[in-house]
């Protein structure tokens, strides 16, 4: 862990009607405080502020509802010992969802696209004293991360199973022109709400993963899994 820094975050929306849409535009701002990541090494780490800018737009069609979005995203110089350790990449997003009734359920469709540019990493050089006698300073990948969806519900008796189904596909861009890291994953699955007794509801999820992610040397591996999960909540 890197340590529970203090954060102070600070931000503004508004919202509009024009026609039958609905906009609306926010900004945000965070401030972080250096610390510690090490009891054992007197490193101060200084998180570098972040600014975010988001607008976003809905409309009703019939019963169902349409959600689309933007936001860029911007950071300052991380920084261990007053030294810039990391400038991250500005990033942007897309984002667009469909809620819609169906077989007595609610379903959203939902698509995404995450790009960040390439950044800034300082690497130093430590001598056999553990000093550090310069840095070198290297260009980060550039990234584009594009996920999409469907969650829904179907009536099973007195219960509803929520199934669900992501996919993410992601680009990975070195400087050199390898893609390491490029690749793909789809995960499908679902939760059953359970009323157990008294106020009391369990929510036991599952999902199979499958995927593939290219290696240093561009090839291909195979990526298999299951996830299992519970939730458990009590209403007051």
Do not use: C, H
Not at 20 to 32: D, K, P, Q, R, V
Not at 67 to 76: E, S
């Amino acid at each position: 862990t890197w340590g529970t820094g203090f954060q102070v975050t600070s931000s503004v929306a508004t919202a509009m009607r024009a026609g039958a849409w609905g906009i609306g535009l926010s900004g945000a701002y965070a401030m972080n405080q250096e610390f510690e990541p090490s009891s054992e090494d007197p490193i101060r780490y200084q998180p570098g502020n972040e600014a975010r800018v988001r607008i976003g737009l809905d409309r009703n069609i019939g019963t169902n509802t349409f959600t689309a979005g933007a936001t860029i995203m911007a950071f300052a110089e991380d920084k261990a010992d007053g030294r810039n350790l990391f400038q991250a990449g500005n990033r942007i997003r897309f984002d667009a969802s469909y809620a819609f009734r169906a077989g007595g359920g609610v379903w959203t469709i939902y698509a995404a696209d995450l790009w960040r540019e390439n950044g800034d990493l300082s690497l130093p050089f430590v001598n056999n004293a553990g000093d550090i006698t310069g840095d070198t300073s290297i260009v980060t990948p550039s990234q584009n991360l594009i996920m999409g969806g469907m969650v829904g519900a179907i009536a099973l008796g007195s219960k509803t199973f929520r199934p669900q189904v992501d996919f993410k596909l992601q680009a990975r861009k070195e400087v050199a022109g390898s893609d390491e890291g490029s690749g793909w994953m789809a995960s499908a699955g679902g939760d059953l709400p359970l009323r157990i007794f008294g106020s009391w509801d369990f929510f036991p999820k599952a999902q199979i993963i499958l995927g593939s992610v290219k290696d240093a040397l561009g090839a291909s591996k195979r990526i298999t899994g299951a996830e299992f999960s519970g939730t458990l909540r009590w209403g007051l």
